[in-house]
C-alpha cells in the first residue's frame, strides 16, 4: 500500500480511487523503494523484527527506517470496475475480454458513432516503453481498420508510439490526465467527439452522394463484380483483384437526419437476399420496386465509377436481374 500511497499523493481523490478500484490480496511485500538520497537506486529490504518493529534496512549503510504493516499489504487494481467505469463515462455498450497475448490489455467494448462504423476499444496498462510500445505493435497487426486505445498514464509513451497509432488513424486518450474521479465514477475532461476525432473524421457525412468510391480497375464490366453482405450495415466488394469492405454511408446509401441506411440499401439487401432477381413477386416490389431500382443504379454507377445498367429488366421472366454477383451474409462465398 506505500507505493499506492505514493502515486496517489497528489490525486484529491485517493480515498475513492483506494475505495472502488483497489482490492486487497493476500501477499505482502518484502522490499519497498528507498527514498534515500544516494548514488544507488536499489530498494531496501523488509526485516520483521516483531510484529510493531518492522524496518526497512538499506544494504549500503543507510540507516533504517521503520514501516507500518498496512504499508506492506499488496493491492491491486480491480480492472474491471475501471473498465466498466470507463465505457460508462462514454456511453459504450461494456463488453469485456482479455487480449490474446497481451498481457494487461482488454478489449472492453466498440465506439459506434453510427450504424455501420464500429471501432475496437481497448484498455492497456504498462509500466514500460518495451511493453506498451509491443502492445500497440500487436493492436495495429491484428486490427483491420482504426481504433481506440486508452492507457493508464504517459509513462512509456514515446513519439514513436503515438506516431505509429497516428499512422493508423487511432485514437489515444491517458486516464490518468484526460478522467476525473467521483466515488465510483470517472468523467472525462473532454466530451466523446473530441476523445473520438481521429475516427470520427473517417465517418463520411451522410447522403454525401459517395463519399468513398471503389478503385475499379480499367476494363471492368459489371459482370465482373462480385458483392457479399457481411451484416446489415456492410458488403465486401472483389472486382478485377481488387476487393474493399465498406458501409451504406461509405457507398452514399445512409439518411440525412437518422443516420440509418436509405430505401436503396434496403433494396440493395433485398436483391442479395434473393441472389441478384428479383420479380414482382417480392415484397419489395410493394415499396415501388422500378423507382428503388433506378435509385439504387444510380448509386451503384457514381461508387463504381462506371457506365451502363447494373440491374436489367428481363422480359422473358419479368424479373428484375443483378448483372453483377451478389449474396446475402453468411451464404458461401465461394462463388
Known amino acids: 500500500m506505500l507505493q499506492w500511497n505514493r502515486i496517489l499523493s497528489d490525486c484529491p481523490q485517493a480515498a475513492d480511487f483506494k475505495k472502488h478500484f483497489l482490492s486487497l490480496t493476500k501477499d505482502k511485500v518484502d522490499s519497498i523503494p528507498c527514498d534515500t538520497d544516494c548514488d544507488f537506486t536499489c530498494p531496501r529490504r523488509i526485516v520483521w523484527h516483531s510484529d510493531d518493529d518492522i524496518a526497512a534496512i538499506c544494504d549500503e549503510g543507510k540507516p533504517e527506517v521503520q514501516v507500518a504493516r498496512s504499508d506492506l499489504l499488496v493491492y491491486q487494481l480491480k480492472q474491471p470496475a475501471i473498465n466498466r467505469a470507463l465505457c460508462a463515462a462514454l456511453e459504450i455498450s461494456f463488453k469485456e475480454s482479455a487480449v490474446d497475448g ?3 490489455t482488454w478489449s472492453v467494448g466498440e465506439f459506434v458513432p453510427t450504424e ?18 509491443d ?5 495495429c497487426h491484428t486490427q483491420d481498420g482504426s481504433f481506440a486505445l486508452f492507457i493508464s498514464s504517459r509513462r512509456g509513451l514515446t513519439p514513436a508510439i503515438e506516431g505509429l497509432l497516428a ?12 478522467f476525473s474521479l467521483s466515488k465510483s465514477t470517472l468523467t472525462p475532461s473532454q466530451k466523446p467527439d473530441v476523445i473520438f476525432a481521429p475516427l ?5 457525412e451522410a447522403d454525401s452522394g459517395g463519399t468513398v468510391f471503389f478503385s475499379t480497375p ?17 458488403v465486401t466488394v472483389w472486382a478485377g483483384g481488387k476487393t474493399g469492405r465498406y458501409t451504406y454511408s461509405d457507398m452514399g446509401m445512409g439518411t440525412k437526419n437518422s443516420k440509418k441506411p436509405t430505401k436503396q440499401w434496403i433494396a440493395f439487401m433485398a436483391f442479395a437476399g434473393a441472389q441478384g432477381e428479383i420479380d414482382w413477386n417480392n415484397e419489395l416490389a410493394e415499396t415501388n420496386l422500378k423507382s428503388q431500382k433506378a435509385a439504387l443504379s444510380k448509386r451503384l454507377r457514381k461508387f463504381f465509377h462506371m457506365e451502363g445498367d447494373p440491374i436489367y429488366w428481363d422480359k422473358s421472366s419479368g424479373t428484375y436481374c443483378c448483372r453483377f454477383k451478389i449474396l446475402s451474409e453468411g451464404t458461401d462465398d465461394s462463388w
Not at 502492445?135 to 493492436?139: E, G, H, M, S
Not at 480499367?218 to 456492410?234: A, L, M, P, S, V
Open 116 to 133: 455501420g462504423f464500429r471501432f475496437p476499444v481497448f484498455v492497456t496498462m504498462q509500466k514500460t516503453e518495451s511493453a506498451l510500445l
Open 218 to 234: 480499367e476494363g471492368c464490366t459489371w459482370e465482373d463484380i462480385k458483392i457479399q453482405f457481411r451484416d446489415n450495415h456492410t
Open 167 to 178: 499512422q493508423k488513424k487511432c485514437s489515444l486518450t491517458v486516464l490518468a490526465e484526460d
Open 200 to 204: 470520427l473524421k473517417q465517418v463520411p
Open 102 to 104: 497481451l498481457r494487461n
Open 135 to 139: 502492445v500497440c505493435r500487436q493492436l
